[in-house]
């Protein structure tokens, strides 16, 4: 079974950095993309960043390029988001995401893809 254990969300005041970690176990991580979502009250789950299987490709949503790194230890069966330079706009709660289907780049949150429970971060002016 999938499991996706994201830890490092908290309380950061703007201009801050905060690191999101995901634990994956359950499939042979090294086979899949990984990603970040995210969730503000009110609004539907967004895309934040994705990783390729090797690493090597990465892909990240407009709002937050150039501030937010997604990294992966495939040794560790674990990525990262390294969050620079946050802003109140970026308080969410952030979801780990592993696609359903090997060797493919998930944008967009579909049910049928493993998630994490979650990780609230909160940004303050």
């Known amino acids: 079974q999938v499991q996706l254990v994201e830890s490092g969300g908290g309380l950061v005041q703007a201009g801050g950095s905060l690191r999101l970690s995901c634990a994956a176990s359950?499939?042979?991580?090294?086979?899949?993309?990984m990603g970040w979502f995210r969730q503000a009250p009110g609004k539907e789950r967004e895309f934040v960043a994705a990783?390729?299987?090797?690493?090597?490709?990465?892909y990240y949503a407009d709002s937050v390029k150039g501030r937010f790194t997604i990294s992966r230890d495939n040794a560790k069966n674990t990525v990262y988001l390294q969050m620079n330079s946050l802003k109140p706009e970026d308080t969410a709660v952030y979801y780990c995401?592993?696609?359903?289907?090997?060797?493919?780049?998930?944008?967009?949150?579909?049910?049928?893809?493993?998630w994490g429970q979650g990780t609230q971060v909160t940004v303050s002016s």
């Open positions: 990783i390729s299987w090797s690493g090597g490709t990465t």
């Open positions: 359950g499939r042979t991580f090294s086979s899949y993309a």
């Open positions: 995401n592993s696609p359903y289907t090997a060797f493919t780049i998930a944008t967009r949150s579909s049910g049928r893809d493993y």
